[in-house]
């Protein structure tokens, strides 16, 4: 049957969609200068066999009850009528929290699933538990973002403030000489936002801002990670030492006199420190560009070169999420600040600091006049939380003390957790360690649209429609599209949305009114609408109503060009607009910091060795970065994400003289191990990644041979089972995922067919 198209939103575009057969015809959003290719993934997503079709009970939970289990993940499952699923899920949501209080449920949800804000699934769960329940261990922070989210306020401000509403790519294009791009900037990255984006503009303005002239160094082990309209230049540093390569670059320009010295005395606290651990007066080892260089890979000469080059010019410092992602990962974020300010820049026109450009399509953007509205999760009857990085270490060690951004916090003992709208055997780190850790608990409640990892270790699995199913309205801070989400088809099989399922839930617990507030779907679009109409009257602009909206489809939306707002109102005046940091200055020095005295994170950045380095076992970095041809693990198996495999496994990038080294030719099957498991993945020869480097991809469905192993082998292609699960640092524990080591070699086994995206027994 042939629907006529209709308008929906993805994390990665608009776009109209119309169902012809089992089959999405696609056509992206006029108004998109560089549309997503991304958005082929939905093309055969809807009826696909990994889809969740029925309410599904694991075997042994059903047959045992509930308790620590190790066949998890490697277990069969039973279908369940939506009756008998709810009263299993009332029944063991009631026992829990009678025995336990909310303590003893975590509120497990990353809040990818949609770009609707209505059916944001962190949102929906979050309410669920608050309204029903009074509350749940709650997790803080990202894995994309760990560490600078915590660091960022200590010493400059809030990371919205920084990311969100840093300088604008508009304003690159007019005014930057030179972007000095820490982890690059990968237009993969840039191609997505959460709850939707509706213009790809970060090629075109790289593409002008060269053609003005502008310098484009992008600081990266991958050529990759800097598109050609850039026109850039490719600066290979050792995976990990960008922290050491700004203290030498910032020992050449104390040492030449080159640092604004006005700048720094008067917008600035902690100068004379920072300057006198480079000079090694703390522990007599200067870090200077020789120092830097043994560290680094690169001569000591162009370090120097590249220090004097920066003198004088307008210059953007920008560091990627990848560099967070890493052990002491806080480092190269708050030294990338420190150049910045040591060279005068922030709170000029296209110069300054900025996190995280180009890590999302909404960093770099201007700001809608007015937000659109949230869904309420309601109030949390508890405080008690976990770094999000910090799942496999909360479930191994209830009761364990540890510390985070100055607080001493203990892990609570979860007893039940509920995930909806995430999938954690994608985002975490040492996935045998993950499985282990998810075996201690007594029960795991998943809405899942398909058979993730996630769902397959999952006691009850609820089978939850996906984006293109139902209605809702997307819509991004800094979009200036709204967009009715249409349904393009009827929900597969028995599944429902996320809000239908609660409800009935919550009707069960008795507590209906309190979590729908007596609303429908159709009630809360309505009901957020509205309150955006108010918000834009309150500035004299007026919008059709709801009606009409949903008619047309798309709605465009006043903007603000505020971009670098705190920054450059705190450079005109300091008195007048301080920053929010304790001294209102930027903070090379961080009292606070300081005063809670961790070795590896203290009062101002530092060089800190990682625990892992490439040895005779394993003398190969392993950069495990984001995909390019799907959102994190997100329809791993739509066409775009299929195309980019081979014979249905992930391709591993490495150097061309690597592999001859080491017997392997372009297209053979090698196997990437370590002391945590085995990844096998397909050879792809390039000259575009630098000697001693791999880089395997995030996303591939962990697919082991063995799902019991200690040391899995994934036949898929799955990074995150040779990643360390470890702490950015004491301050933070962020996320540490993106660079390991490895050894690399041809593989000999036995080669089985990919299994990820077939249904368990």
């Given at each position: 049957?042939?629907q006529?198209?209709?308008?929906?939103?993805?994390?990665?575009?608009?776009?109209?969609?119309?169902q012809?057969?089992?089959?999405l015809?696609?056509?992206?959003f006029?108004?998109?200068?560089d549309p997503?290719?991304?958005?082929q993934?939905?093309?055969?997503?809807?009826?696909?066999?990994?889809?969740?079709s029925?309410?599904?009970?694991?075997?042994g939970?059903l047959?045992?009850?509930?308790?620590?289990?190790?066949?998890?993940?490697?277990?069969?499952?039973?279908?369940?009528?939506?009756?008998?699923?709810?009263?299993?899920?009332?029944r063991?949501?009631?026992?829990?929290?009678d025995?336990?209080?909310?303590?003893?449920i975590?509120?497990g949800?990353?809040?990818?699933?949609?770009?609707g804000?209505?059916h944001?699934?962190?949102?929906?769960?979050?309410?669920?538990l608050?309204t029903?329940?009074?509350?749940?261990?709650?997790?803080?922070n990202?894995?994309?973002s760990?560490?600078?989210?915590?660091l960022?306020?200590?010493?400059?401000?809030?990371m919205?403030?920084?990311?969100?509403?840093?300088?604008?790519?508009?304003?690159?294009?007019?005014?930057?000489e030179?972007?000095?791009?820490?982890?690059?900037?990968?237009?993969k990255?840039?191609?997505?936002?959460s709850?939707?984006?509706?213009?790809?503009?970060?090629?075109g303005f790289?593409?002008?801002?060269a053609?003005r002239g502008?310098r484009?160094?992008?600081?990266?082990?991958?050529q990759?990670?800097?598109?050609?309209?850039a026109q850039?230049?490719?600066?290979?540093?050792?995976p990990g030492?960008?922290?050491a390569?700004?203290l030498?670059?910032?020992?050449?320009?104390?040492?030449?006199?080159l640092?604004?010295?006005?700048?720094?005395?008067r917008?600035t606290?902690?100068?004379?420190e920072?300057?006198?651990?480079?000079r090694g007066?703390?522990?007599g080892?200067?870090?200077?560009?020789?120092?830097a260089?043994?560290?680094?890979?690169?001569?000591?000469?162009?370090i120097?070169?590249?220090?004097?080059?920066l003198?004088?010019k307008?210059v953007?410092v920008?560091?990627?999420h990848?560099?967070?992602?890493?052990?002491?990962?806080?480092?190269?974020?708050?030294?990338?600040?420190?150049?910045?300010?040591?060279?005068g820049?922030?709170?000029l026109?296209?110069?300054?600091?900025?996190?995280?450009?180009?890590a999302?399509?909404?960093y770099g953007?201007h700001?809608?006049?007015?937000?659109f509205?949230a869904l309420?999760?309601?109030k949390?009857?508890?405080?008690?939380?976990?770094?999000v990085?910090?799942?496999?270490?909360?479930?191994?060690?209830?009761?364990?003390?540890?510390?985070?951004?100055g607080?001493?916090?203990?892990?609570?003992?979860?007893?039940?957790?509920?995930?909806?709208?995430?999938?954690?055997f994608h985002?975490?780190?040492?996935?045998?360690?993950?499985?282990?850790a998810?075996?201690?608990?007594?029960t795991?409640?998943?809405?899942?649209?398909?058979?993730?990892?996630?769902?397959r270790?999952?006691d009850?699995?609820?089978?939850?429609?996906?984006?293109?199913?139902?209605?809702?309205?997307g819509?991004?801070?800094?979009?200036?599209?709204?967009f009715?989400?249409?349904p393009?088809a009827q929900?597969?099989?028995?599944?429902?949305d996320?809000?239908?399922?609660?409800t009935?839930?919550?009707?069960?617990?008795g507590?209906?009114?309190?979590?729908?507030?007596?609303?429908?779907?159709?009630?809360w679009?309505?009901?957020?609408?509205?309150?955006l109409?108010q918000k834009?009257?309150?500035?004299?602009v007026?919008?059709?109503?709801?009606?009409?909206?949903w008619?047309?489809?798309?709605?465009?939306l006043p903007q603000l060009?505020?971009?670098?707002?705190?920054i450059?109102?705190?450079r005109a005046?300091?008195?007048?607009?301080p920053?929010?940091?304790?001294?209102g200055?930027?903070?090379?020095?961080?009292?606070?910091?300081?005063?809670?005295?961790?070795?590896?994170?203290?009062?101002?950045?530092?060089?800190?060795?990682?625990?892992?380095?490439?040895?005779?076992d394993h003398?190969?970095?392993l950069?495990?970065?984001q995909?390019?041809?799907?959102?994190?693990?997100?329809?791993?198996?739509?066409d775009?994400?299929?195309?980019?495999?081979?014979?249905?496994?992930?391709?591993?990038?490495?150097h061309p003289?690597?592999?001859?080294?080491?017997?392997?030719?372009?297209?053979d099957?090698i196997?990437?191990?370590?002391?945590?498991?085995?990844?096998?993945?397909s050879?792809?020869?390039?000259?575009?990644?630098?000697?001693?480097?791999?880089?395997?991809?995030?996303?591939?469905?962990?697919?082991?041979?063995?799902?019991?192993?200690?040391?899995p082998?994934?036949?898929?292609?799955?990074?995150n089972?040779l990643?360390?699960d470890?702490?950015?640092?004491?301050?933070?524990?962020?996320?540490?995922?993106?660079i390991?080591?490895?050894q690399?070699?041809?593989?000999?086994?036995e080669?089985?067919?990919?299994?990820?995206?077939?249904?368990?027994?």
């Open positions: 049957m042939t006529k198209p209709v308008m929906h939103s993805a994390h990665w575009g608009a776009f109209h969609a119309q012809q057969g089992d089959r015809t696609i056509e992206p006029k108004g998109d200068p997503s290719p991304l958005l993934n939905f093309h055969t997503a809807l009826n696909h066999p990994a889809r969740v029925r309410p599904m009970v694991r075997r939970w047959e045992n009850g509930p308790g620590a289990d190790d066949r998890r993940g490697n277990d069969e499952y039973v279908a369940v009528s939506w009756d008998e699923a709810y009263a299993l899920v009332t063991e949501l009631q026992r829990v929290g025995k336990y209080g909310p303590e003893g975590f509120g949800s990353y809040g990818w699933s949609s770009a804000r209505f944001h699934a962190q949102s929906q769960v979050h309410r669920f608050n029903t329940l009074g509350g749940y261990v709650r997790s803080v990202s894995y994309s760990g560490s600078a989210s915590v960022l306020p200590h010493i400059v401000g809030d919205n403030e920084i990311a969100r509403r840093g300088v604008s790519w508009e304003e690159i294009a007019q005014h930057s030179i972007v000095v791009a820490f982890g690059g900037l990968a237009l990255n840039s191609q997505v936002a709850g939707g984006l509706s213009e790809h503009t970060e090629r790289m593409q002008q801002a053609e502008t484009f160094i992008s600081v990266s082990p991958l990759s990670d800097l598109p050609e309209e850039g230049e490719w600066l290979a540093l050792r030492t960008d922290a390569f700004i030498g670059v910032l020992s050449v320009l104390i040492a030449e006199q640092t604004d010295e006005a700048f720094l005395a917008y606290v902690g100068w004379p920072m300057a006198a651990y480079i007066e703390e522990d080892t200067p870090r200077d560009a020789a120092w260089a043994e560290i680094c890979g690169v001569s000591a000469a162009f120097s070169d590249f220090a004097r080059q003198h004088g307008r953007l920008t560091v990627a990848a560099l967070q992602r890493a052990e002491n990962g806080e480092q190269p974020v708050w030294l990338g600040l420190v150049l910045a300010a040591a060279l820049q922030p709170g026109p296209g110069g300054g600091y900025t996190y995280a450009l180009g999302l399509g909404h953007k700001h809608n006049l007015v937000s509205p309420p999760q309601g949390n009857g508890i405080d008690r939380l976990i770094p990085a910090r799942i496999s270490d909360m479930l191994l060690n209830p009761g364990k003390p540890f510390d985070y951004n607080r001493r916090l203990t892990y609570p003992h979860i007893r039940l957790a509920y995930w909806a709208g995430g999938n954690p985002h975490h780190q040492d996935l045998a360690r993950l499985r282990q998810f075996c201690q608990l007594d795991l409640i998943v809405h899942e649209i398909a058979w993730t990892a996630s769902a270790h999952a009850i699995v609820l089978p939850a429609t996906m984006t293109l199913e139902r209605e809702d309205i819509g991004a801070p800094t979009d200036r599209h709204l009715a989400m249409q393009v929900p597969f099989g028995e599944a429902k996320d809000y239908a399922i609660f009935e839930l919550a009707r069960r617990l507590r209906e009114e309190a979590f729908t507030e007596g609303r429908d779907t159709r009630g679009l309505q009901h957020h609408y509205a309150q109409q834009l009257a309150a500035h004299q007026e919008i059709p109503d709801f009606e009409k909206f008619q047309q489809g798309v709605l465009e060009k505020d971009g670098g707002r705190m450059n109102a705190f005046d300091p008195e007048a607009s920053l929010p940091t304790p001294s200055k930027i903070e090379i020095f961080s009292a606070t910091i300081a005063s809670f005295n961790y070795e590896n994170c203290p009062g101002h950045p530092v060089w800190r060795e990682p625990q892992q380095k490439p040895n005779s003398p190969f970095w950069i495990a970065n995909p390019a041809t799907r959102l994190h693990s997100q329809l791993d198996f739509g775009y994400s299929l195309s980019g495999k081979r014979d249905g496994r992930e391709v591993c990038s490495l003289a690597d592999a001859a080294a080491s017997g392997i030719n372009d297209g099957i196997e990437l191990y370590n002391a945590r498991g085995h990844v096998l993945a050879a792809r020869l390039t000259e575009t990644i630098m000697r001693g480097v791999v880089q395997l991809p995030t996303g591939a469905w962990y697919d082991p041979v063995d799902p019991t192993a200690l040391r082998l994934c036949r898929h292609g799955n990074p089972v990643t360390l470890i702490g950015t640092s004491s301050l933070a524990q962020g996320c540490s995922g993106q390991t080591v490895v690399v070699r041809k593989y000999r086994g080669v089985t067919p990919v299994q990820a995206f077939i249904p368990p027994g």
